[in-house]
């Protein structure tokens, strides 16, 4: 999603944390440097929501936020497909 300030978040909204949920996390985080460090798609941010009704205290107030999109990474290939 494209918040007010111009970076993008790459958000998973995930309940339960496994090992390879883990690795997932890493590999997004690695892959927002990347991009990060291109420096053509502006700045990016990864976050994970663990319990959906905490995800407007995550973004902050509601009307701070101009979504574009949202990444749900429900399972492995989500990100890669987007």
Known sequence: MRLKNGKTLLLEVKGEETDQAKAKHQAAYR????????????????????DPQ???GMLGLAQDVIVAHILLALRPSVIAEH
């Open 31 to 50: 892959r927002v440097a990347a991009v990060n460090n291109w420096g053509r798609l502006g700045v990016w941010e990864f976050a994970v929501c663990k």
């Open 54 to 56: 905490m995800l407007p």
